[in-house]
């Protein structure tokens, strides 16, 4: 087609995405050029915006290496990488679903742990807190021999791979669920911490007047052969930054009933405030597939 007029153009590159023999990649192109082009008119993109545009994205990718991925730190920014998961997850989307983002930190080779045992590796301050939880199946059976990995930041928000002062693999472990689908163990209660902020995606929140912050949560990846793997958070109910999550990952389903208590310590070291968490996982059948672990 020969262009005659700026609203040709859409219907020529569709012309030519039609074309495309893969189904499914027809499809995304189709929509992809329908939305985009449709975005471009809407806010009427100036040619200056445009190349400010193509630098941003480009700088994505620069910024991205073995230990830092810019591009789905901007997806999470945009809610993008929550939408992806909500869509794709609880009866595709249908229903409410305790998947959630899987973030940078996971390892590969967490320490197989005992129910019951500590995650804390080496000295490390915080408020105890002890962590039961379940795995079922979607008729709310217990998911029994599933191996669950946990990991977390410190009281200071930091993982410990970004931080001399922790063990190798503290607050981390790998437990397996008993007949009762159940785990448990003992850690310390994480903070929340803040994305980074020295990118793209930093200038973008200082121009949204947004807070760089993730609030507080314990990471759970549970894998079982016949269920599909669960990548989830679990979020602290008292923390004040719950609505405002930088990634968008909070769902109300997600918010954990974490409960503080200052007496009827659960052993004997404990003195002052110590914290609880009782929760239910529920695991879709499907493919078990571990993640490529984000960073190196
Ligand atoms: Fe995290």
């Not at 993109?45 to 941003?56: G, P, Q, S």
């Not at 669950?148 to 200071?156: A, G, V, Y």
Request: net charge negative.
């Amino acid at each position: 087609m020969i262009i005659e007029h700026q609203q040709q153009l859409t219907q020529a590159v569709l012309d030519v995405m039609q074309k495309t023999p893969n189904p499914r990649l027809r499809e995304i192109m189709v929509s992809l050029i329908t939305h985009l082009h449709g975005f471009i008119r809407d806010v009427h993109l100036t040619e200056v915006e445009f190349r400010d545009a193509c630098a941003i994205i480009a700088e994505l990718g620069h910024l991205t290496n073995d230990t830092h991925n810019e591009v789905v730190l901007m997806a999470g920014s945009l809610g993008v990488s929550s939408l992806v998961c909500l869509l794709n997850n609880g009866d595709n989307g249908n229903t409410e679903t305790t998947q959630n983002l899987l973030g940078p930190f996971w390892r590969l080779n967490s320490p197989p742990t005992k129910n019951g045992d500590s995650i804390i590796r080496s000295p490390t301050e915080g408020a105890p807190l002890f962590v039961k939880a379940k795995l079922v199946d979607p008729d709310g059976q217990p998911i029994v021999g599933a191996e669950i990995d946990t990991w977390q930041s410190n009281s200071e928000g930091l993982y410990e791979n970004q931080d001399e002062a922790q063990a190798d693999m503290n607050l981390r472990g790998k437990f397996t669920s008993n007949e009762n689908g159940e785990f448990w163990f003992r850690t310390i209660k994480p903070a929340g911490y803040p994305i980074p902020t020295s990118g793209p995606v930093g200038r973008l929140l200082i121009a949204q007047e947004r807070h760089p912050f993730r609030p507080a949560h314990l990471h759970f990846l549970a894998f079982k052969e016949g269920f599909k793997t669960l990548i989830s958070q679990v979020y602290f109910n008292d923390d004040p930054r719950l609505e405002t999550d930088a990634q968008f990952g909070v769902t109300r389903a997600l918010i954990g009933n974490f409960t503080r208590h200052t007496n009827a310590a659960p052993a004997p070291d404990v003195t002052g405030e110590w914290y609880n968490l009782d929760y239910v996982f529920k695991l879709e059948r499907g493919e078990a597939k571990l993640p490529r672990p984000p960073i190196k």
